[in-house]
């Protein structure tokens, strides 16, 4: 009799990642989600269709209106629902011996459900941005335009898809963390995101959106990706290196914690579940 | 912390739906096994020992199985104590959870997922190969009775079929051991029956199944193999028989069916010291005695010699209540 094996390695944590869970995305979140990372677009197309079709101002506005948006905004929002959900949800709805059950490693069951964030995420958030880079280049479009605009376009797509895997590692561990992720989770956003330029300059660390602009503004050279430290407080860039260290740790921080909280939670299920099998 | 990681293998051989063909015993063992939440303690110093075939799990709520179930199935650690499965521990050790399989109490289900989708999954995450999955799932689907229903999502099922997928997940990878907690509570008399025969087949194919519950005639339906639990500790383990004989102090109640019970009072009472008490029912008479032995020698020289009516006899304490009461007490 032949028992299967438990995947291992990158073949686990893309089974993990593959994997039914709590939360999925379906029904009204999914369109909720999907809603949120549209609304940029569909209020760039609506102010064309208010300015009878004439141009916008070409790249200055991908960037104001799509990038800066999606950036500051949408991807972190959006990101605060799917990742507190990765494993808050399994606890919620009674489902959490499914994954901890599972003949895998903690390591490999906190990774692959990160994976699974940051992917959907990314096929969230990077097509309407794809889609606004050339809404707002349409009517300029030439083999030189593409030339000139093309490596900021994956500039934009690469620093996003850095900012979900940072952000995306955070709430993983927001989710694991405390009693109501999703909103810690927006306050996060909301302070250090979205309002983050009334902060003092030395709390804009740990805004990594602003650290996905630096790096997009060192390499673009485009004056719309500058942070509020800069716009705001005047203070100096960080070079690109100190930013990506930001991000990186970011991610080893976030997944790191989670695992280790995720081996605390499992001791702190079992006392909620001995509540029941306790006799004082 | 390092975590065992199961080591890759080459040549796989052709996974197959859980069989009721013999296998390789698996013995659980759990050896002076504490666990403590805060100052209350939920399971005090447990040494068992599990092997192949079906055992029942006793006691009321609050007894501490559940807490010993979490232990077994690596969800929990102890904090004095072990617990292995053939001379392993199972905490942590991932291809010793390989040969687990585990139907938790509780209710919790992806809502969203149909039955199939949630079973492809685990079997995905169980290591079963992309080309024998979806082969595998259907004779789960099968054999747990879920083929109307396989499309629907979890979130419209009933109690049964919801117990019904959840002992399909803990099976689909043909574990060594299967625990399950609860598995009847909400199941109507053909669901019950269903998973009764389930759990049967596994014992009898080899595997060790462990199944709790705090009704008694549920485990008799599965077993004679039974560890009575109270206040975490194992008051009793055995077959029932076993059990009982070790009670041998305890009076023992047995009915005699009869037309005509105060002529049968009458007569028992005349021996000295057998009876302990009597009861007189309608066409019956039950006789509380500490020697049975007596008495049964009795009630045939009684029907033999003297022409008692006597329609039937039967041992009122042999059932797993009567044992449980007596040990509780």
Same mark, same amino acid.
């Given at each position: 009799?032949? $028992?299967? $094996?438990?995947?291992?390695?990158?073949?686990?944590? #893309?089974?993990?990642?593959?994997?039914?869970? *709590?939360? !999925? #995305?379906?029904?009204?979140?999914?369109?909720?989600?999907?809603?949120? *990372?549209?609304?940029? #677009?569909?209020? $760039?197309?609506?102010?064309?269709?208010?300015?009878?079709?004439?141009?916008?101002?070409?790249?200055?506005?991908?960037?104001?209106?799509?990038?800066?948006?999606?950036? $500051?905004?949408?991807?972190?929002?959006?990101? *605060?629902?799917?990742?507190? !959900?990765?494993?808050?949800?399994?606890?919620?709805?009674g489902t959490s011996h499914y994954v901890t059950g599972l003949p895998l490693s903690r390591t490999t069951l906190v990774l692959g459900r990160w994976l699974r964030v940051l992917r959907s995420a990314l096929l969230i958030v990077l097509p309407p941005l794809v889609l606004s880079f050339f809404l707002n280049l349409v009517q300029f479009f030439s083999a030189d335009t593409l030339r000139e605009y093309l490596p900021a376009l994956l500039y934009v797509l690469l620093g996003t898809s850095l900012l979900a895997a940072g952000m995306g590692a955070l709430f993983v561990l927001f989710g694991l963390l405390v009693r109501r992720p999703l909103m810690a989770a927006l306050v996060y956003v909301f302070m250090f995101e979205m309002a983050g330029g009334m902060l003092p300059p030395s709390f804009m660390a740990l805004s990594l959106n602003s650290h996905v602009r630096n790096i997009l503004w060192q390499l673009t050279g485009h004056d719309g990706f500058l942070g509020p430290a800069q716009e705001i407080w005047k203070t100096d860039p960080s070079s690109i290196a100190a930013s990506l260290t930001w991000l990186v740790g970011a991610v080893l921080f976030g997944l790191g914690l989670a695992v280790l909280r995720l081996r605390a939670k499992e001791s702190g299920d079992s006392s909620a579940a001995a509540g029941e099998d306790t006799e004082s | 912390m390092s975590e065992p990681v199961a080591t890759a293998r080459a040549n796989a051989p052709v996974h197959r739906a859980p069989s009721t063909e013999l296998r390789t015993p698996a013995r659980l063992v759990l050896q002076g096994v504490t666990r403590w939440f805060g100052d209350v303690i939920a399971l005090n110093n447990v040494d068992l020992e599990f092997g192949p075939g079906v055992t029942g799990l006793l006691g009321s709520n609050g007894a501490g199985k559940t807490t010993m179930i979490r232990l077994m199935v690596g969800l929990a650690a102890a904090d004095a104590g072990s617990v292995q499965l053939d001379g392993v521990p199972v905490r942590n050790h991932v291809p010793t959870l390989a040969r687990i399989g585990y139907v938790a109490d509780g209710d919790g289900l992806y809502e969203e997922n149909t039955a199939r989708e949630f079973l492809a999954s685990q079997a995905r995450l169980r290591g079963v190969p992309s080309a024998q999955r979806a082969a595998l799932v259907e004779e789960i689907i099968a054999r747990v009775g879920l083929g109307d229903a396989a499309d629907q999502r979890a979130g419209g099922y009933s109690k049964g079929m919801r117990q019904r997928l959840k002992l399909g997940q803990a099976i689909l990878h043909d574990p060594d051991v299967l625990i399950l907690d609860e598995p009847l509570t909400g199941l109507d008399p053909l669901m019950r029956r269903d998973v009764i025969r389930v759990v049967r087949e596994l014992g009898d194919a080899g595997a060790t199944v462990i199944v709790s519950s705090h009704v008694l005639h549920e485990i008799e339906a599965m077993t004679d193999r039974v560890v009575f639990m109270r206040h975490g500790q194992v008051l009793a383990e055995g077959t029932v028989g076993h059990i009982r004989d070790l009670l041998h102090t305890e009076p023992r109640r047995v009915r005699l069916l009869t037309p005509d019970p105060a002529d049968w009072a009458r007569r028992l009472l005349t021996v000295n010291g057998l009876v302990k008490g009597l009861q007189l029912e309608d066409d019956a008479l039950l006789v509380i005695t500490e020697r049975p032995e007596q008495l049964s020698a009795l009630v045939q020289d009684l029907v033999l010699d003297e022409q008692l009516a006597l329609t039937g006899l039967q041992a009122v304490d042999e059932d797993l209540g009567s044992l449980f009461q007596y040990l509780v007490n």
């Open positions: 009799m032949a $028992q299967p $094996q438990p995947p291992t390695g990158m073949a686990a944590v #893309l089974a993990v990642s593959r994997a039914t869970s *709590a939360g !999925g #995305l379906r029904g009204r979140r999914l369109w909720g989600v999907l809603f949120v *990372a549209w609304l940029p #677009l569909l209020l $760039q197309v609506m102010v064309m269709a208010f300015r009878d079709g004439s141009p916008l101002s070409g790249f200055n506005s991908f960037v104001t209106h799509g990038c800066r948006i999606t950036v $500051q905004t949408v991807t972190p929002v959006i990101l *605060a629902f799917l990742g507190t !959900g990765a494993f808050s949800d399994e606890w919620s709805l | -």
